[in-house]
């Protein structure tokens, strides 16, 4: 099953690599991955998307406390949680596809960042899916380049990780 | 006063009373050795070669339960003490090991003798330190021996570019350390505990099962009094043997692949496991779809990682060995509940005739000199109370076999990483520690030479172990698997072109007794002993083609033997 795990890590050089090599090393999954400091510039937030068995989601869950660079760490999908992913996205684009290009984007609440004779970049967000199905509309055009962070996760209602 | 960071590390080591650092010397580390020269209250211990410096700090430290230091150069240096800490770090041992690194301004540039040690050393020990200023040094070292000693123990890498030992700064030492991302749990869970007391008192088949743990916790008395207390079988690890005493008649023996028939037939017999400071390893379980399959299990363990990593655990209990088994004390004293009698008696019965098949049997007559023979004879010139090192392979299965532990801390082996190598060196360690007591190193002619070059740094330092080298002229355990599995294709296994042990013992200095018959076995050791100022290496010649047994073969439950 998949599982999103956040995680709250000391801010230190290392500190992600100490995170990933567990995951190499002890041949787990990791799906996606993503990194930033929190507003204590102390600490990061990672939010950590895996697969496994039961069994499997609970040996990463200890093994990755066991770090002594990992603070906490919550699985985001024991309980109702909301999970974002940012896509820039650059296609090839004329004044002839324009118009499609602008009515996708509205449907999946898209914005044109960038635009050149030949290109157009959109931001996107949504959770995975929404982003997969955005990249399948657009089937029909030139695609020269995808990015997106990886899925970032929080829980609903009053739960902090602190 | 200001102190440069090599005084400061000097500093540091003093403040946590550390004796002995094992080390080897080289550019990087300069600065450390000239405060090293300047000062008499740490001791520096000169090796061959930095994978004996850590074997040595190992030694040291299984022996005492004190951390072992080790100081070694970048590049080189910090790559050939890789083995030394894995090994540590396989068997949760409480180390200390600095590396030198280039200067800062060169890490990354391909410098001479640099390396990234911290990135190689990452998964292999339980944290380490890239230290990026002179004023972090002080804390840094509390930190690493903070969080090498406490919870389960490990080893802890501190890489010290150069320049930082050069840099000056005012010396604080932390008087305590707190870290917000780190506290490891002592008491285990009251409720758990009251849960797994009710489980243990209501079982008709126990078995309690420890580990390298109950040693690395000192809880060894405790262990004793609860064992007794219930009067129910007890069966020991590779890692956890003489934590409690061999000599018991409560004790079955070794668990597990080359474990006795009873400890394994009683695991896979009985209805409930009580499982102390043991991590359930494949050399301990055999195939993990037959592991005890009628078992309630309940399981002490520090690590929470551990509980539920290869078998299920019915009841885990996250806590100190020792303060675990001083809350189930208490709560025996508390209940009205007693053991089973009856039903015990009935299990203690099946035991016993378990026990009549006598599964460590072998040739007592035979005109070869038998391994297990030398270990018999050692046991009784030494009275059981040797320091005992091994290396890996059949001598070492034959020493956890034959020499009958009756206290923790004795027997010195590597068990997870299985390193041979590794006994002479930490040997000297052990002799370092106990000066007075005497050190043994149980080994064969394949182990010994890879450690070989430590014979100079016993004679430096006047260590007088007692070799036994079981020379079979085999990787004996390598071979054994090969006629077992393999249609004795003896590939690369057998040891040519062997040097005379005699001789190159006697031109490091020290004794050398060749001895190739039974009857020469005993008197070769009572000799070797009476030579106490000597470092005395036993060269027996043994039977080619003994095998360890019992044995589970691979995929094998624990009942499944193969028998002598």
Same mark, same amino acid.
């Given at each position: 099953?998949?599982?999103?795990i956040s995680?709250?890590?000391?801010n230190? &050089?290392?500190?992600?690599?100490?995170?990933?090599?567990?995951?190499s090393?002890r041949?787990?999954?990791?799906? &996606?991955?993503?990194?930033?400091?929190?507003?204590?510039?102390t /600490?990061?937030?990672?939010?950590?998307v895996?697969?496994?068995?039961e069994?499997?989601?609970?040996?990463?869950?200890?093994?990755?406390n066991?770090?002594?660079?990992?603070?906490?760490?919550? #699985?985001?999908?024991?309980?109702? !949680?909301?999970?974002?992913?940012?896509?820039?996205?650059?296609? !090839?684009?004329?004044?002839?596809?324009?118009?499609?290009?602008?009515?996708?984007?509205?449907?999946?609440?898209?914005?044109?960042?960038?635009?050149? #004779?030949?290109?157009?970049? /959109?931001?996107?967000?949504?959770?995975?899916?929404?982003?997969?199905?955005?990249?399948?509309?657009? &089937? &029909?055009?030139?695609?020269?380049?995808?990015?997106?962070?990886?899925? /970032?996760?929080?829980?609903?209602?009053? !739960?902090v990780?602190? | 006063?200001?102190?440069?960071?090599?005084?400061?590390?000097?500093?540091?080591?003093?403040?946590e009373?550390?004796?002995?650092?094992? +080390?080897?010397?080289?550019?990087?580390?300069?600065?450390?050795?000239?405060?090293f020269?300047?000062?008499?209250?740490?001791?520096?211990?000169?090796?061959?070669?930095?994978?004996?410096?850590?074997?040595?700090?190992?030694?040291?430290?299984?022996?005492?339960?004190?951390?072992?230091?080790?100081?070694?150069?970048? +590049?080189?240096?910090?790559t050939?003490?890789?083995?030394?800490?894995?090994?540590?770090?396989?068997?949760?041992?409480?180390?200390?090991?600095?590396?030198?690194?280039?200067?800062?301004?060169?890490?990354?540039?391909?410098?001479?003798?640099?390396?990234?040690?911290?990135?190689?050393?990452?998964?292999? $020990?339980?944290?380490?330190?890239?230290?990026?200023?002179?004023?972090?040094?002080?804390?840094?070292?509390?930190?690493?021996f903070?969080?090498?000693?406490?919870?389960?123990?490990?080893?802890?890498?501190?890489?010290?570019?150069?320049?930082?030992?050069?840099?000056?700064?005012?010396?604080?030492?932390?008087?305590?350390?707190?870290?917000?991302?780190?506290?490891?749990?002592?008491?285990?869970?009251? +409720?758990?505990?009251?849960?797994?007391?009710?489980?243990?008192?209501?079982?008709?088949?126990?078995?309690?099962?420890?580990?390298?743990?109950?040693?690395?916790?000192?809880? @060894?008395?405790?262990?004793?009094?609860?064992?007794?207390?219930?009067?129910y079988?007890?069966?020991?690890?590779?890692?956890?043997?003489?934590?409690?005493p061999?000599?018991?008649?409560?004790?079955?023996?070794?668990?597990?692949?080359?474990?006795?028939?009873?400890?394994?037939?009683?695991?896979?017999?009985?209805?409930?496991?009580?499982?102390?400071?043991?991590?359930?390893d494949?050399?301990?379980?055999?195939?993990?779809?037959?592991?005890?399959?009628?078992?309630?299990?309940?399981?002490?363990?520090?690590?929470?990682?551990?509980?539920?990593?290869?078998?299920?655990?019915?009841? %885990?209990?996250v806590?100190?060995?020792?303060?675990?088994?001083?809350?189930?004390?208490?709560?025996?004293?508390?209940?009205?509940?007693?053991p089973?009698?009856?039903?015990?008696?009935?299990?203690?019965?099946?035991i016993?005739?378990?026990?009549?098949?006598?599964?460590?049997?072998?040739d007592?007559? @035979?005109?070869?000199?038998?391994?297990?023979?030398?270990?018999?004879?050692?046991?009784?010139?030494?009275e059981?109370?040797?320091?005992?090192?091994?290396?890996?392979?059949?001598?070492?299965m034959?020493?956890?076999?034959?020499?009958?532990f009756?206290?923790?801390?004795?027997?010195?082996?590597?068990?997870?990483?299985?390193?041979?190598?590794?006994g002479m060196?930490?040997?000297?360690?052990?002799?370092?520690?106990? %000066?007075?007591?005497l050190?043994?190193?149980?080994?064969?002619?394949a @182990?010994?030479?890879?450690c070989?070059?430590?014979?100079?740094?016993?004679?430096?330092?006047n260590?007088?172990?007692?070799i036994?080298?079981?020379?079979?002229?085999?990787?004996?355990?390598?071979?054994?698997?090969?006629?077992?599995?393999?249609?004795?294709?003896?590939?690369?296994?057998?040891?040519?072109?062997?040097?005379?042990?005699?001789?190159?013992?006697?031109?490091?200095?020290?004794? +050398?007794?060749?001895?190739?018959? %039974?009857?020469? $076995?005993?008197?070769?050791l009572e000799e070797?002993?009476a030579?106490?100022?000597?470092? $005395?290496?036993?060269?027996?010649?043994?039977?080619?083609?003994?095998?360890?047994?019992?044995?589970?073969?691979?995929?094998?439950?624990?009942?499944?033997?193969?028998?002598?």
């Amino acid at each position: 099953m998949r599982h999103i795990i956040s995680i709250l890590l000391e801010n230190e &050089s290392g500190a992600l690599s100490r995170v990933a090599g567990l995951f190499s090393a002890r041949a787990y999954n990791i799906e &996606s991955l993503a990194v930033a400091p929190t507003d204590d510039p102390t /600490l990061s937030r990672m939010t950590l998307v895996t697969s496994g068995t039961e069994e499997i989601i609970e040996q990463i869950n200890k093994q990755l406390n066991k770090l002594i660079d990992v603070v906490k760490l919550v #699985d985001l999908t024991e309980g109702t !949680h909301i999970e974002r992913e940012l896509m820039l996205i650059k296609i !090839h684009a004329t004044s002839e596809s324009m118009a499609e290009i602008e009515r996708l984007a509205e449907i999946f609440h898209g914005r044109i960042i960038d635009k050149t #004779d030949t290109t157009c970049t /959109l931001e996107v967000t949504g959770n995975g899916e929404k982003l997969d199905a955005f990249v399948e509309s657009l &089937s &029909s055009m030139t695609i020269c380049e995808v990015v997106r962070s990886g899925i /970032l996760g929080i829980s609903r209602g009053e !739960h902090v990780l602190d | 006063m200001e102190l440069t960071g090599a005084e400061i590390i000097i500093e540091c080591l003093k403040a946590e009373s550390v004796e002995y650092v094992f +080390g080897y010397p080289g550019g990087a580390v300069l600065h450390i050795y000239d405060a090293f020269y300047k000062q008499d209250d740490v001791k520096h211990i000169l090796v061959r070669h930095e994978q004996g410096a850590t074997h040595a700090a190992d030694g040291y430290a299984r022996s005492t339960g004190k951390p072992g230091v080790v100081l070694v150069t970048s +590049g080189p240096g910090a790559t050939n003490a890789v083995t030394g800490i894995a090994t540590a770090y396989m068997d949760s041992i409480p180390m200390i090991i600095i590396t030198g690194q280039v200067p800062k301004h060169l890490i990354g540039n391909d410098a001479f003798q640099e390396v990234d040690s911290v990135g190689i050393t990452r998964p292999i $020990v339980k944290h380490n330190f890239l230290v990026g200023d002179v004023k972090d040094l002080a804390r840094i070292f509390k930190q690493a021996f903070y969080v090498a000693t406490t919870g389960r123990p490990g080893p802890v890498v501190i890489d010290i570019p150069k320049d930082i030992t050069a840099n000056k700064t005012e010396f604080l030492y932390p008087e305590e350390i707190r870290m917000r991302s780190y506290n490891p749990t002592v008491k285990g869970h009251p +409720g758990q505990i009251k849960r797994a007391v009710d489980v243990i008192l209501a079982a008709e088949r126990p078995m309690i099962y420890t580990g390298g743990g109950v040693i690395l916790g000192n809880g @060894s008395e405790q262990l004793r009094k609860f064992t007794r207390k219930l009067g129910y079988p007890i069966t020991q690890t590779l890692m956890g043997l003489g934590a409690f005493p061999a000599t018991d008649k409560l004790s079955l023996g070794m668990l597990g692949m080359h474990g006795t028939y009873e400890a394994n037939m009683g695991m896979h017999n009985c209805d409930v496991l009580i499982a102390i400071g043991a991590r359930f390893d494949d050399r301990v379980t055999g195939q993990l779809e037959k592991f005890c399959p009628e078992a309630t299990i309940i399981h002490v363990d520090i690590d929470p990682a551990s509980i539920s990593k290869n078998v299920r655990v019915d009841i %885990p209990i996250v806590g100190q060995v020792a303060q675990v088994l001083d809350d189930f004390l208490v709560e025996l004293q508390k209940t009205e509940k007693t053991p089973k009698a009856s039903a015990l008696d009935a299990w203690w019965k099946q035991i016993d005739e378990w026990r009549s098949q006598d599964c460590l049997k072998y040739d007592r007559d @035979s005109d070869i000199i038998k391994p297990q023979f030398v270990i018999e004879q050692m046991y009784a010139v030494t009275e059981g109370k040797a320091f005992v090192t091994s290396d890996v392979g059949q001598h070492q299965m034959f020493a956890a076999q034959y020499y009958g532990f009756d206290e923790p801390r004795r027997w010195i082996n590597s068990g997870g990483l299985g390193t041979m190598g590794f006994g002479m060196p930490a040997a000297m360690g052990v002799q370092l520690a106990h %000066p007075n007591d005497l050190v043994t190193c149980i080994t064969g002619e394949a @182990s010994i030479q890879m450690c070989i070059q430590e014979l100079a740094t016993c004679r430096q330092y006047n260590l007088p172990l007692k070799i036994i080298n079981l020379n079979n002229r085999y990787m004996g355990m390598v071979r054994q698997w090969q006629e077992f599995f393999y249609e004795k294709r003896y590939a690369m296994s057998y040891m040519e072109a062997l040097p005379d042990f005699v001789k190159l013992a006697e031109s490091y200095g020290h004794v +050398g007794i060749k001895v190739e018959k %039974p009857a020469d $076995v005993r008197p070769a050791l009572e000799e070797a002993i009476a030579q106490k100022d000597r470092l $005395v290496f036993l060269d027996f010649i043994t039977d080619q083609e003994e095998n360890v047994y019992p044995m589970v073969p691979a995929g094998g439950g624990l009942n499944e033997m193969i028998l002598v």
